[in-house]
């Protein structure tokens, strides 16, 4: 990490990302929802808000969009920069169709990734909730 302006590069925000998604995630196993229709098992806004600082760390950072449904938030985005000039986001997708983002077959984070001029450049899975717990892709 370069130490003048706290942001990483690719290479390793990818190999710190991993790191944490493994280890200290896990720590946000109670912060559930069970839907009584489905008994579909889904992660609270502050558990949401915890992997993104969790992963976020001290790095300057924004929130694109934050959409909520009458079961909580279903797409939560942040953005960051990277030490290139460009810049990544973590997004937060739950599983099904929704009316803003279309929607997703699981309910994970993802990190997608931009060049200096804002075109996407790449991107990556870096865990699904699965039963309550999230799990490192």
């Known amino acids: 990490m370069s130490l003048e302006n706290g942001k990483m590069d690719r290479r390793e925000f990818m190999k710190t990302a991993s790191s944490v998604v493994g280890t200290t995630l896990i720590d946000v196993l109670p912060k559930v929802i069970v839907l009584e229709d489905t008994g579909e098992i889904i992660p609270t806004a502050s558990s949401i808000e915890t992997v993104f600082t969790t992963l976020l760390g001290d790095r300057e950072h924004r929130q694109r969009r934050k959409e909520s449904d009458e079961y909580g938030v279903y797409l939560w985005e942040e953005e960051f920069a990277l030490e290139d000039g460009g810049s ?7 599983k099904g169709r929704h009316k803003v983002g279309g929607g997703a077959i699981s309910t994970k984070i993802y990190v997608y990734f ?3 001029d804002g075109m996407p450049e790449g991107g990556d899975d870096l865990a699904e909730f699965v039963k309550g717990i999230w799990i490192k892709k």
């Not at 990544?88 to 739950?94: L, S, T, V």
């Open 88 to 94: 990544a986001e973590f997004a937060y997708m739950r």
């Open 114 to 116: 931009f060049d200096t």
